[in-house]
């Protein structure tokens, strides 16, 4: 089993950077990728951020490109987010899986079987 489990939300006003940390534990040997992905007030959940574990590749979503950078090192997971947006408000959420990805499977919800309790994240104008 693995544990996934978030830290770093709060609140923050607009042009504001928060950095969230994801800490990994258990059986991790075969997760093949991780992410964020966040689930704004009223709406689905979004895969912002993926990268692939042994590799490095990265993804990000068109709405977080250039301002969210994604990291791992070791058993930690990160996601630094700067120039925060109303619309950035949602709770956050860690997420791995042990699957390859196929036609970009790896940016969508469904593909991560592992997921956190969420952290959230409010940013005001």
């Known amino acids: 089993q693995v544990q996934l489990t978030e830290s770093g939300g709060g609140s923050v006003q607009a042009g504001g950077s928060l950095r969230l940390s994801c800490e990994v534990s258990g059986n991790t040997f075969n997760i093949e990728y991780m992410a964020w992905l966040r689930r704004p007030p009223g709406k689905e959940h979004e895969v912002i951020s993926s990268i692939a574990t042994p590799q490095g590749y990265t993804y990000y979503a068109d709405s977080v490109e250039g301002r969210f950078t994604i990291s791992l090192d070791k058993a930690r997971l990160s996601l630094q987010m700067t120039r925060l947006e109303p619309e950035d408000t949602a709770m956050y959420y860690c997420?791995?899986?042990?699957?390859?990805?196929?036609?970009?499977?790896?940016?969508?919800?469904?593909?991560?079987?592992?997921w956190g309790h969420g952290t959230q994240v409010t940013v005001s104008s």
């Open positions: 997420a791995a899986s042990e699957r390859r990805s196929i036609g970009g499977s790896w940016a969508t919800p469904g593909f991560y079987s592992h």
